[in-house]
C-alpha cells in the first residue's frame, strides 16, 4: 500500500537518508548556535490588568540564524529537546534571564520576576537544581524574582521524581508555574499538592473568548479550577479589549498577551519598566 511504500522509503531509501543527515545538520547547527551566543532573549510582560502594572516578564529564547535570519523557538525546541541539547539551552537561557533581571534591579528599575520556561527532560536532569543554584549565585538575583514555568505534562509523567524536583527548588525560594494550564491531563489533587504559585491558562481557552455559551462555559471551568487551587491566575494570549473584559469581569486579575505587549527585547523592557517608576 501506499502507507507501506511511505514507510520503507523513510528507512531504506535515498531520500530518507537525505532527511536524516538534514536533521544531523540542524543539530549540529544548533549546538554551535549554543556556543556562539546565536541565542537572544525576548521578554513578555505580564500585568495586572485593572492597573496595567507590570509584575513579571517571561524570558522567551530566539535563534539568530546567520543564514534564515530570526528562527522562532517552536521551529528548534522539538530538535533540542529530542538530541538533549535542551540541556545546555536551558542552562544559558536561565543564567542569562537571571542576570538580565539582576542587571535591571542594579540601574534601579522596580524589580519584577522572571520567569523562565523548563521543558521536562531539563526539569528531571539530576544536576538541574544545581543549575538553579548556579544561575542564583552568578547573578546575584534574589530567589524570590526567579520563577520556573512547567507543563501539566512535566508534572504527570513522574510525579514522585517531580515533587522531588518541585520541593529543592522551593527550598531554594524559587517561584513555580504551571503552564499552558488546560490543556494537559493533571489530576487536581495531584495539582493541589504541587507547591505551585500561579497557573497560566492556555492561550487557546482565551483565543475563543468572548464566543458562544460553550465556550466560556469551558473557560470559566478551567478559570474557577485555577481558582480552587488558590493560585495566582494569568490569562496567557490576551488580545482583545473584549477579552480582557470578559476576563475581568470572571475575576482573572492578571494576564499576558499582544494586547498588552508582544514580546520585546531587553532595551525596550528596560525603557518600559523605566517609564513605571
Ligand atoms: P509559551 O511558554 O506558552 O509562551 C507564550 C507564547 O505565546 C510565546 O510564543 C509568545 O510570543 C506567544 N504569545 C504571547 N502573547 C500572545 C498573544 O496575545 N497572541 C498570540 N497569538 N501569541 C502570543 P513564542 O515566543 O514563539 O514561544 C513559543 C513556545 O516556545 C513557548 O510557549 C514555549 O513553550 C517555548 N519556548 C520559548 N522559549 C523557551 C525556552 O527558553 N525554553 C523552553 N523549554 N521552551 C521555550
Ligand atoms: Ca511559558
Ligand atoms: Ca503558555
Ligand atoms: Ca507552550
Redesign the pocket.
Known amino acids: 500500500s501506499k502507507e507501506m511504500g511511505r514507510d520503507t522509503l523513510c528507512v531504506f531509501d535515498g531520500p530518507g537518508n537525505i532527511k536524516i543527515s538534514l536533521e544531523i545538520g540542524r543539530e549540529e547547527e544548533l549546538r554551535r548556535a549554543i556556543e556562539n551566543e546565536e541565542l537572544f532573549l525576548?521578554y513578555?510582560p505580564r500585568v495586572n490588568m485593572i492597573t496595567g502594572q507590570i509584575l513579571g516578564l517571561?524570558?522567551?529564547?530566539r535563534w539568530r540564524h546567520p543564514k534564515s535570519g530570526i528562527v522562532?523557538?517552536?521551529q528548534f525546541?522539538p530538535l533540542a529537546e529530542e538530541t538533549g541539547l535542551?540541556l545546555p539551552l536551558?542552562t544559558w537561557?536561565m543564567k542569562t534571564a537571571a542576570r538580565q533581571a539582576k542587571a535591571w534591579q542594579d540601574a534601579g528599575l522596580p524589580p519584577v520576576v522572571m520567569a523562565?520556561?523548563?521543558?521536562a527532560r531539563?526539569f528531571c536532569d539530576p544536576l538541574f537544581i544545581n543549575h538553579v543554584e548556579e544561575a542564583l549565585a552568578e547573578s546575584g538575583l534574589a530567589a524570590e524574582f526567579l520563577e520556573l514555568?512547567l507543563t501539566e505534562h512535566t508534572l504527570m509523567g513522574d510525579v514522585t521524581g517531580a515533587l522531588n524536583a518541585m520541593n529543592a527548588v522551593k527550598a531554594l525560594g524559587v517561584r513555580l508555574s504551571v503552564?499552558?494550564f488546560g490543556t494537559g491531563y493533571a489530576n487536581l489533587d495531584v495539582l493541589r499538592n504541587f507547591p505551585m504559585d500561579l497557573l497560566k491558562i492556555d492561550?487557546s481557552f482565551i483565543d475563543a473568548l468572548p464566543g458562544d455559551q460553550a465556550t466560556k462555559s469551558m473557560a470559566g471551568a478551567v478559570m474557577s479550577l485555577a481558582r480552587d487551587l488558590n493560585l495566582t491566575v494569568v490569562a496567557?494570549?490576551?488580545?482583545t479589549p473584549e477579552q480582557r473584559d470578559y476576563l475581568r469581569g470572571q475575576g482573572c486579575a492578571e494576564a499576558?498577551?499582544?494586547?498588552y505587549s508582544?514580546?520585546i527585547g531587553a532595551p525596550d523592557i528596560a525603557r518600559l519598566l523605566g517609564t513605571a517608576c
Open positions: 525576548e513578555q517571561e524570558a522567551l529564547v522562532p523557538p517552536l525546541i535542551i536551558g537561557v523562565v520556561n523548563v521543558s531539563q514555568e503552564d499552558d492561550r496567557e494570549g490576551v488580545e499576558q498577551g499582544y494586547l508582544a514580546p
